[in-house]
C-alpha cells in the first residue's frame, strides 16, 4: 500500500541552524500539507501546498518558513534559522483531491529538537 | 472560525469493553468532513474513519463507529471489543471544504485512551 515517507525521523539542531525536512507524499496525490505538533499537544496546521504554490498557510508559518517540491517527488520544509520553540514532531500529509471525502494520509513524521 | 473541542483529557476501558470517545465541533460552513485519526506512542498518525455533513447513516469501520449527532454537532468515536492495542491517543479533527479548495484539518486536543487487561 502506497504511504507518506519523511526523512530524517530525528534531527537535532543547534539554536539559529537551518534544517530541511523531507517527504515525499503518495505518487498519485495532489494536495500537500505540513503539520507540527509540540510535545503533548495538538497537531498544528502550517501550510498546504498545491499546483507548486502555497494554497494556504497559517500564523506559525512566518518568514522562517518555506516549502518547496523541487522535483515532482519530494516536498520540503525548510527552517531558516531554528528557534527552541520549533521543537516538535513535523508531520507531512497529502490528499489525492479536494472535497470534504478525501482523505489526508500522514507521513510518520520528523521528530526536530532544537537545543 | 472552525473549532473542535474533545473534553477528556484521558480515558480508561477495560479490555473486551466497548468505550466513547467524544467530540464536538464548530463551523458555519454547510458541508463538512470529520475524522479520527489514531496516534501510538510511536508518533505517527493513523486515520481510523471518516463522517460527511451529508451523509445519513453513521460511518462504521471495524471495531470503530461514529456517533454523528449533526444537531448536537458531535461526532463521537465509539470503539467497540477493546483491545490492548487500543491503547493510544485519539484526535477529533474536521476539514469544511471552503476557500482555496486546499482547506486543512483543524485538530481538537486529543484523548489518550488506556485499555486495561
Known amino acids: 500500500e502506497p504511504e507518506v515517507t519523511q526523512t530524517p525521523s530525528h534531527q537535532v539542531t543547534q539554536m539559529g541552524q537551518e534544517v530541511i525536512l523531507r517527504c515525499v507524499p503518495i505518487?498519485?496525490?495532489?494536495?500537500f500539507y505540513w503539520y507540527r505538533q509540540i510535545l503533548g499537544q495538538k497537531v498544528e496546521f502550517l501550510v498546504s501546498?498545491?499546483?507548486?504554490?502555497?494554497?494556504?498557510k497559517s500564523e506559525i508559518f512566518d518568514d522562517q518558513f518555506s516549502v518547496e517540491r523541487p522535483d515532482g517527488s519530494n516536498f520540503t520544509l525548510k527552517i531558516r534559522s531554528t528557534k527552541l520553540e520549533d521543537s516538535a514532531m513535523y508531520f507531512c500529509?497529502?490528499?489525492?483531491?479536494?472535497?470534504?471525502?478525501?482523505?489526508?494520509?500522514f507521513g510518520p513524521g520528523t521528530r526536530l529538537t532544537v537545543l | 472560525a472552525q473549532k473542535i473541542t474533545q473534553t477528556q483529557p484521558g480515558m480508561f476501558v477495560q479490555e473486551k469493553e466497548a468505550v466513547t470517545l467524544d467530540c464536538t465541533y464548530d463551523?458555519?460552513?454547510?458541508?463538512?468532513?470529520l475524522f479520527w485519526y489514531k496516534q501510538p506512542s510511536s508518533g505517527e498518525m493513523i486515520f481510523l474513519i471518516y463522517q460527511g455533513s451529508y451523509d445519513q447513516q453513521n460511518a462504521t469501520e471495524g471495531r470503530y463507529s461514529l456517533n454523528f449527532q449533526k444537531a448536537r454537532k458531535s461526532a463521537n468515536l465509539v470503539i467497540s471489543a477493546s483491545q490492548l492495542g487500543d491503547s493510544a491517543m485519539y484526535f477529533c479533527a474536521m476539514r469544511s471544504p471552503s476557500g482555496s479548495g486546499n482547506t486543512p484539518l483543524v485538530f481538537g486536543k486529543g484523548t489518550r485512551l488506556s485499555v486495561i487487561a
Open positions: 463551523t458555519s460552513d454547510p458541508s463538512y468532513g
Open positions: 505518487s498519485n496525490h495532489l494536495y
Open positions: 501546498f498545491y499546483n507548486n504554490e502555497i494554497s494556504e
Open positions: 500529509a497529502s490528499r489525492r483531491g479536494t472535497g470534504a471525502d478525501y482523505e489526508q494520509f
